[in-house]
């Protein structure tokens, strides 16, 4: 089973949340990214986020190995919406179990983190004035100005 | 002359106007692939600002391609 999802519709996160539940696990963490009404001073109304699936998922399935690899976590899941996307709608879920918390936090901003710059997935503004552009946030490093949308 | 099949994205999809296309070419590399593409669609986007997948792994510029390859070149990416 994969477990990096690109889905077109809602994700259905109680499915991932079941699907992470272990008795060895005593920390589950989770980051939901949301679309927010502003973005570097425009109101925006909406998004739409487009991917080349197959890559995406694959990267995410490197991005999660690494997590594993670094932090020693149990299990994680990734889902990331593609299509168009309202103010308020959760475009991006991420959860992390692992044995204690620590790791859990770790590596869930680790994913988050490294998914935002490196998953094939491209994101088109509409605003409420003016002409919808390509948000252009990465294949900047991790410590370069954060042009993310949300989070 | 090496037929491949390029996928289009983002920004370069819009300018292309097409998703995808089947085309010919003698390019010795990508990065020589790219720039006759960029030269037909009036690509805006330079190639540092550019990744390259092949087959759905990211390659080097200067590699070379082969027949059927699908080849997709990554605009800088927004997730999250």
């Known amino acids: ?3 990096v999802t690109i889905a077109a519709q809602p994700v259905d ?3 991932l949340r079941k699907e992470l539940q272990q008795p060895g696990c005593g920390g589950f963490c989770v980051f939901e990214g949301w679309v927010r009404e502003t973005n570097e001073g425009r109101e925006v109304s909406g998004l739409d986020y487009e991917a080349y699936n197959e890559l995406a998922i694959g990267e ?4 999660i ?3 594993v690899q670094r932090f020693g976590i149990a299990d994680a899941r990734c889902a990331h919406r593609v299509g168009s996307l309202a103010v308020g709608d959760t475009a991006v879920w991420i959860g992390v179990v692992s044995p204690h918390r620590d790791e859990a936090f770790r590596a869930c901003r680790y994913i988050i983190d490294q998914v935002k710059q490196r998953l094939p997935i491209w994101k088109k503004e509409h605003y409420l004035v ?8 990465a294949h900047a490093p991790a410590d370069e100005h954060d042009h993310a949308h949300q989070g | 002359m090496t037929s491949v099949t390029v996928e289009y994205y983002a920004q370069l999809r819009e300018q292309a106007g097409q998703g995808r296309e089947t085309i010919t ?31 759905a792994q990211f390659r080097d510029w200067q590699q070379a391609f082969a027949d059927g390859d699908l080849i997709v070149f990554i605009p800088p990416v927004a997730g999250g």
Do not use: P
Request: charged content about 25%; aromatic content about 6%; proline content about 0%.
């Open chain 1, 1 to 3: 089973m994969s477990r």
């Open chain 1, 13 to 15: 996160t109680n499915t």
């Open chain 1, 60 to 63: 995410g399935e490197r991005i």
């Open chain 1, 65 to 67: 190995d690494e997590a």
């Open chain 1, 130 to 137: 003016g002409e919808s552009s390509w948000v252009a946030c």
């Open chain 2, 25 to 55: 070419s003698d390019a010795d590399s990508l990065a020589a692939l790219y720039g006759e593409l960029r030269q037909r669609h009036g690509f805006r986007l330079d190639i540092a600002q550019l990744k390259v997948a092949v087959n």
